[in-house]
């Protein structure tokens, strides 16, 4: 861990990242004007159309009935998103993306946006040790990093009177995603302080569940890429099939528990100093407002210390190949009742032994976030925690799994009578630059990654050895460095027992010496008074 604060400093001279509600689009003027058409500084125009990258257009959305769940319209600021903000956006073209088509869509590089390639998610304990300090400096330096192009909403359009009085905060690249993965799973606020509506989430319970969070890691991992000029680097997988417990909870990964207090992470860790927002769910339904991004406390994490009565523990391989050898995507009310559902059982609402809708208990990915009773128990708060992306990472890991062995097609994914923001053609909430569920219900090579344990044995042979061979890279120095200490030492004790054995062999040979001349003597002097020979009784 001696080189993190290095890397840290290192990463920091790097340009800032440029990024949920773009700085540009939050102004009394263009909220009264609902058009979010920001110009893209590569050529001075909106959306780059000079250059052929975009234009600025309406924003037309699906009219198909959603479901029963959500008896409202009119009521909540995601509800056709992104209409109650803005009618017109940037419609980009080609390989290109993001707010004002500045930027590559996913799996594409270069600077106009003409290299594609192929990203690979590996295993985090794949990772050298090199590699794991890199992605820990990483996620403290978006932590620490304020936002340059996006902002929260710290109040609903209505409390912003239609536009006129702006209502937004500065935010760090790592809590956008946090007050993102809030903002799309909040309660929906009716009006007045304990007046709300839980029976709604616009990316959980539903079948946007995972286009959803596939959007969301694919935007984190872009931004880190921005962040850092770092444009290789990937989110990685925690594996937690048949673990015992928090494997990740070390201080060389994402913090273990602190001895002192054992809610708390490990002052070895640097995410002891973190802070979280959005975490106090109960507390904004009280009041009827929402998370203002402000500090609420302290990272929290107690894992296998959870409610047994919510959840047994963490999920084992039989569960996921059951879960894999449900056909169907999604079934009956597509909501948490749903049977035999692959989507429902994934994420935790049915049972991964029977497919049984509304289960007693949660498990699969539900479990994982109950298992680790602290921030991560919390949906609204859960990304808070770094647990959140390398989980994440490993469950669209699954869904990819389920993508190849059942290959669905289009007509698969739910058109209609979905939960409200779950049906094929709703824009996920709350993006800016728009993204449709649809869009995301195929396989990740089609947005430039895979996972290194999906790919093919010669494939991850050849990961296997690049790992190994990065470690023994960074080890080598080391390893070069003991060898010739090692040597040097080794030579000096031959020295040095040369030496003593030198000194122990003349002295032998004086004493040996100083032994015979008595005897010589006697000999030579034979018969004289002195000698045994001579003397008589």
């Known amino acids: 861990?001696?080189?993190?604060?290095?890397?840290?400093?290192?990463?920091?001279?790097?340009?800032?990242?440029?990024?949920?509600?773009?700085?540009?689009?939050?102004?009394?003027?263009?909220?009264?004007?609902?058009?979010?058409?920001?110009?893209?500084?590569?050529?001075?125009?909106?959306?780059?159309?000079?250059?052929?990258?975009?234009?600025?257009?309406?924003?037309?959305?699906s009219e198909e009935p959603n479901g029963p769940q959500f008896p409202f319209e009119g009521i909540d600021d995601?509800?056709?998103?992104?209409?109650?903000?803005?009618?017109?956006?940037?419609?980009?073209?080609?390989?290109?993306?993001?707010?004002?088509?500045?930027?590559?869509?996913?799996?594409?590089?270069?600077?106009?946006?003409?290299e594609r390639r192929e990203s690979i998610r590996r295993s985090v304990f794949q990772l050298s040790t090199k590699e794991k300090q890199k992605f820990i400096a990483y996620l403290n330096l978006a932590k620490n990093t304020v936002s340059q192009d996006y902002v929260i909403a710290t109040g609903t359009y209505s409390e912003m009177n239609n536009g006129t009085s702006p209502l937004?905060?500065?935010?760090?690249?790592?809590?956008l995603f946090v007050w993102m993965h809030y903002y799309v799973s909040r309660h929906a606020l009716l009006g007045g302080t304990s007046n709300?509506?839980?029976?709604?989430?616009?990316?959980?319970?539903?079948?946007?569940?995972?286009?959803?969070?596939?959007?969301?890691?694919?935007?984190?991992?872009?931004?880190?890429?921005?962040?850092?000029?770092?444009?290789?680097?990937?989110?990685?997988?925690?594996?937690?099939?048949?673990?015992q417990g928090c494997e990740v909870c070390t201080d060389d990964l994402v913090g273990s528990q602190s001895r002192l207090e054992p809610n708390l992470i490990s002052p070895s860790s640097v995410f002891s100093s973190w802070k979280v927002i959005c975490s106090r769910a109960p507390e904004y339904s009280l009041r009827g407002v929402l998370c203002d991004g402000r500090e609420e406390g302290p990272l929290m994490r107690n894992p296998g210390n959870h409610d047994r009565n919510l959840a047994d523990g963490l999920p084992t391989s039989a569960e996921v190949d059951f879960t894999l050898s449900l056909s169907k995507y999604d079934t009956g009310p597509m909501d948490r009742t749903a049977n035999m559902s692959f989507?429902?059982?994934?994420?935790?609402?049915?049972?991964?032994?029977?497919?049984?809708?509304?289960?007693?208990?949660?498990?699969?990915?539900?479990?994982?976030?109950?298992?680790?009773n602290g921030s991560m128990s919390s949906v609204q708060g859960s990304a808070n925690d770094p647990i959140f992306l390398l989980h994440h990472a490993f469950v669209d890991s699954i869904y990819e799994q389920w993508l190849r062995r059942h290959q669905p097609e289009r007509s698969h994914y739910p058109q209609a009578n979905a939960p409200i923001g779950h049906n094929s053609e709703y824009y996920m909430a709350p993006f800016l630059p728009l993204y449709?569920?649809?869009?995301?219900?195929?396989?990740?090579?089609?947005?430039?990654?895979?996972?290194?344990?999906?790919?093919?044995?010669?494939?991850?042979?050849?990961?296997?050895?690049?790992?190994?061979?990065?470690?023994?890279?960074?080890?080598?120095?080391?390893?070069?460095?003991?060898?010739?200490?090692?040597?040097?030492c080794s030579a000096a004790m031959v020295v040095c027992l040369a030496k003593v054995s030198r000194s122990m062999w003349r002295r032998r040979s004086r004493?040996?010496?100083?032994?015979?001349?008595?005897?010589?003597?006697?000999?030579?002097?034979e018969g004289s008074s002195s000698s045994y020979r001579t003397m008589r009784p």
Request: glycine share 8%; proline share 6%; net charge neutral.
């Open 1 to 61: 861990m001696r080189l993190l604060p290095l890397i840290t400093l290192v990463v920091q001279l790097l340009k800032p990242t440029y990024q949920q509600f773009p700085r540009q689009c939050v102004t009394r003027e263009v909220l009264a004007s609902k058009e979010c058409c920001p110009i893209w500084e590569g050529d001075g125009s909106a959306c780059g159309a000079r250059s052929g990258r975009g234009a600025c257009q309406d924003v037309v959305v």
């Open 78 to 114: 995601r509800e056709r998103w992104p209409l109650v903000f803005y009618n017109r956006t940037c419609r980009c073209l080609q390989n290109y993306m993001g707010y004002n088509c500045g930027e590559c869509s996913f799996g594409y590089f270069g600077p106009n946006c003409g």
């Open 168 to 175: 937004f905060r500065n935010v760090s690249v790592y809590d």
């Open 196 to 243: 709300i509506w839980t029976g709604v989430d616009f990316g959980h319970w539903a079948p946007a569940f995972l286009p959803w969070h596939r959007v969301f890691l694919l935007r984190w991992e872009h931004e880190i890429r921005k962040l850092t000029g770092d444009f290789s680097f990937t989110i990685p997988y925690w594996d937690w099939r048949d673990a």
């Open 343 to 372: 989507r429902n059982t994934l994420e935790g609402f049915g049972n991964p032994r029977t497919g049984l809708g509304n289960s007693p208990k949660l498990a699969m990915h539900a479990a994982l976030h109950v298992f680790m």
């Open 436 to 488: 449709r569920n649809i869009d995301y219900f195929l396989s990740s090579k089609e947005t430039g990654y895979e996972y290194s344990y999906l790919r093919d044995p010669g494939q991850r042979f050849v990961d296997d050895v690049a790992s190994y061979l990065e470690e023994a890279r960074v080890l080598w120095p080391w390893l070069l460095g003991a060898a010739v200490l090692g040597a040097l």
């Open 511 to 525: 004493r040996q010496g100083s032994e015979k001349q008595p005897l010589i003597i006697s000999t030579d002097t």
